[in-house]
T-cell receptor, first 114, second 109 residues
Framework: DTEVTQTPKHLVMGMTNKKSLKCEQHMGHRAMYWYKQKAKKPPELMFVYSYEKLSINESVPSRFSPECPNSSLLNLHLHALQPEDSALYLC?????????????FGAGSRLTVL | GQNIDQPTEMTATEGAIVQINCTYQ??????LFWYQQHAGEAPTFLSYNVLDGLEEKGRFSSFLSRSKGYSYLLLKELQMKDSASYLC??????????WGAGTKLIIKP
């Protein structure tokens, strides 16, 4: 299995809703990432988990809350989002952090906040 | 600050060759990546360079000059399916990936 699976593919939510994005990989990768991508912009790093521990939080607002239940799963919990949070949310994984570790991306979850 | 520059958009003809340039100024260097991203899809890995020189992989080649802070991606025998954005990304001394804004490549018949 060489894939990163993300669910849901599309999500529409109101500003008062609570929802979660899920990501799963079975490649034995020990680093997992959440990126946010707006149209015609490069991916913007949000969080990095390394060996199931949060190693990077790029000053992301607290309305985004990551969780890594085990080495194969990564969640992003969403609460009280703003319309400007509408974007493509990409999960990625790599064997480890650094060097020649290639990121494998999931297909993304397209989020619309009304 | 850290900076990666690549052209915003390029146009080429089916069957031709195109070269997409990338220049970078980063805090340290631990390799340069090229990713392809079709509209609305996730980026997919194309190439990785950490030493100077040319890496060839089928129709795609990537070149790196560390002294010049410069890389290019060369696409040969262009096909319509190569229409996509091409993202240059550099891993800095903290093993953080710094992304360029991407080059949108339009292939015309």
């Amino acid at each position: 299995d060489t894939e990163v699976t993300q669910t849901p593919k599309h999500l529409v939510m109101g500003m008062t809703n609570k929802k979660s994005l899920k990501c799963e990989q079975h490649m034995g990768h020990r680093a997992m990432y959440w990126y946010k991508q707006k149209a015609k912009k490069p991916p913007e790093l949000m969080f990095v988990y390394s060996y199931e521990k949060l190693s990077i939080n790029e000053s992301v607002p607290s309305r985004f809350s990551p969780e890594c239940p085990n080495s194969s799963l990564l969640n992003l919990h969403l609460h009280a989002l703003q319309p400007e949070d509408s974007a493509l949310y990409l999960c990625a994984s790599s064997q480890d952090r650094g060097g020649a570790n290639v990121l494998t991306f999931g297909a993304g979850s397209r989020l619309t906040v009304l | 600050g850290q900076n990666i520059d690549q052209p915003t958009e390029m146009t080429a003809t089916e069957g031709a060759i195109v070269q997409i340039n990338c220049t970078y100024q980063t805090s340290g260097f631990n390799g340069l990546f090229w990713y392809q991203q079709h509209a609305g899809e996730a980026p997919t890995f194309l190439s990785y360079n950490v030493l100077d020189g040319l890496e060839e992989k089928g129709r795609f080649s990537s070149f790196l000059s560390r002294s010049k802070g410069y890389s290019y991606l060369l696409l040969k025998e262009l096909q319509m399916k190569d229409s996509a954005s091409y993202l240059c990304a550099v891993m800095d001394s903290n093993y953080q990936l710094i992304w360029g804004a991407g080059t949108k490549l339009i292939i015309k018949p």
